[in-house]
């Protein structure tokens, strides 16, 4: 069994009002950055509260999905770079960099599928983010870069979700041209699964999510986490791991109802 349900822990606020915003709904939980006027910037408040939601989605049985998304004209312009000057010591420096890899793995390893709902602008690590998530799909409209080098400032952290998510020349490209790419281009080298018309995105979004959350739970937690291990894995290795990750599976009551299910032509009825 989970854990029960976590406390919803409170959500940071600054002066134009709550930071990041959540709602749940049919199993998915929407966590919306909300500092619009920033263009969703991550400031060291916007992170810490987005992993106090993640810390507490984890072992939250409600939650079978998790959508990410911003608020106003921009999915995430990336750190704020704003708060990053105003204190340009080494120890703050480093706090960022801490925190935003802290935020990054947890995306990776929440049981539940992650998936982008990108509009505007996804750059530096808004597109870090969006690499890290599961899944994306994203307006027509969108763009992404990771444009540090523009400034002077290499996006060496969004190049590790980056170059996992593309290949090796798409990302390269994208770090060291520092321009945006279009939402066709992040959909041809993989950034995003789709695109679609700004006005069809929540419905494309919720749709996906909604086909998600109908599956079991415990299937998703353990796929999800067998594919993160095995992609890093030799061939070989990724075989001998992934044929006992079968093997457990089959061994849990979802595989056996799910298989029976299919043998009786019914829909399946899995445990909460």
Request: hydrophobic share 50%.
């Amino acid at each position: 069994m989970r854990a029960a349900t976590a406390p919803v822990p409170p959500v940071a606020h600054d002066l134009q009002g709550p930071i990041l915003l959540r709602n749940d709904a049919g199993g998915v939980a929407t966590l919306t950055l909300n500092r619009p006027q920033a263009r969703n910037a991550l400031s060291m408040a916007l992170m810490g509260a987005l992993q106090d939601q993640l810390d507490a989605i984890r072992d939250d049985p409600t939650v079978r999905v998790v959508v990410l998304q911003g608020a106003g004209p921009a999915f995430c312009a990336g750190h704020d770079l704003k708060e990053m000057r105003a204190d340009s010591s080494r120890g703050a420096t480093e706090a960022v960099f801490r925190a935003c890899a802290r935020l990054m793995l947890s995306l990776t390893r929440l049981p539940q599928p992650v998936i982008a709902r990108v509009h505007g602008i996804a750059t530096a690590a808004g597109c870090q983010l969006v690499a890290t998530c599961d899944l994306a799909i994203c307006a027509e409209t969108a763009r992404f870069a990771t444009p540090g080098v523009q400034i002077g400032l290499f996006c060496s952290t969004p190049m590790v979700a980056l170059s996992r998510a593309v290949s090796r020349k798409a990302a390269l490209e994208m770090l060291l041209v520092g321009e945006p790419i279009d939402a066709q281009e992040a959909m041809r080298i993989g950034l995003v699964n789709r695109a679609v018309p700004e006005a069809e995105l929540d419905g494309a979004v919720s749709a996906l999510a909604a086909r998600i959350a109908g599956k079991a739970w415990r299937v998703l937690a353990i796929g999800k986490e067998a594919f993160g291990r095995q992609i890093e894995m030799g061939l070989e290795e990724a075989y001998t791991y992934t044929a006992d990750i079968m093997v457990r599976n089959m061994m849990m009551a979802d595989a056996q109802e799910g298989i029976d299910a299919f043998l009786g032509k019914r829909t399946p009825r899995w445990e909460p």
